[in-house]
């Protein structure tokens, strides 16, 4: 449970948990904190020993750096190898991690938590109009209270009704988008091979003109579908297979 859930060694001797084995095991002997740091070193050994036996296996991987915050919330960097074994499956090993002093996220942050446009983040107008529509009635409240924003700033930002259908509307669109790009960005597989096809599938289906359409959701199909055409000239190769 400690080394699962990264909860601290105390954690044994606290009360709660005390009263919480008295109920489930009256008769069980809950182990120190010296003998519960024994054991996670020596299953941290056994861990070490599996990994440099992996590692001795590959004939080469591909090095990344990520960053990642623990629920101590505790920054950490970590070395990661990614690498196709003899079974063609991808796999990925943690060879280093070390804790930083400064939080990843903490420079540049807004002091809001609104989820705001940005031209450099996949996916985030999707993120920024599904947060609206869901804080529509919070945001109604507040542009109606004179107590918190003045009448003119209230008219100036308020959302008329075909701005909030145009922007339902461009979340249908943008939501199989957002699900390509999660495939893509899958570390589990890989997704080389899927490129062409999602690409394919976007053009011919997805964002595919229908009668049924509002005039801002054809335009903005219209403007994604050349964008995704820019892609397909980037992976035009006649030595791929042509769909």
């Known amino acids: 449970m400690i080394a699962i859930n990264q909860l601290p060694i105390s954690f044994v001797s606290s009360e709660g948990f005390k009263d919480f084995m008295k109920v489930i095991e009256p008769n069980y002997s809950i182990p120190s904190r010296g003998s519960i740091y024994y054991r996670l070193k020596m299953a ?17 991987f591909a090095l990344t750096i990520d960053a990642w915050t623990s629920a101590a919330v505790k920054s950490y960097l970590i070395v990661n190898a990614h690498f196709i074994n003899d079974e063609w499956m991808l796999g990925r090993l943690q060879l280093k991690r070390k804790i930083v002093r400064y939080s990843n996220n903490v420079f540049n942050m807004r002091t809001a938590g609104s989820l705001l446009d940005d031209i450099t ?7 920024m109009c599904k947060r609206l529509l869901q ?19 209230a008219q100036y930002l308020e959302i008329t009704e075909q701005q909030w259908a145009t922007m339902d509307a461009m979340i249908k669109v943008l939501q199989l988008l957002h699900i390509a790009t ?9 997704t080389i091979s899927m490129v062409r096809p999602i690409i394919r599938g976007l053009l011919n289906f997805h964002l595919n003109i229908n009668m049924a359409d509002s005039l801002a959701t054809q335009l903005f199909k219209c403007l994604k579908s050349e964008n995704v055409t820019v892609l397909v000239f980037l992976y035009q190769n006649k030595d791929l297979i042509k769909f």
Not at 44 to 60: A, G, P, V
Not at 137 to 142: D, E, G, P, T, W
């Open 121 to 127: 983040r996949w996916n985030s107008t999707l993120f």
């Open 44 to 60: 941290y050994n056994q861990i070490r020993e599996k990994l440099s036996l992996e590692i001795s296996k590959i004939c080469s």
């Open 135 to 153: 804080n529509r009635s919070a945001i109604a409240a507040v542009l109606a209270d004179k107590s918190v924003i003045a009448i003119k700033k």
């Open 182 to 190: 999660e495939v893509l960005f899958s570390d589990k597989e890989v």
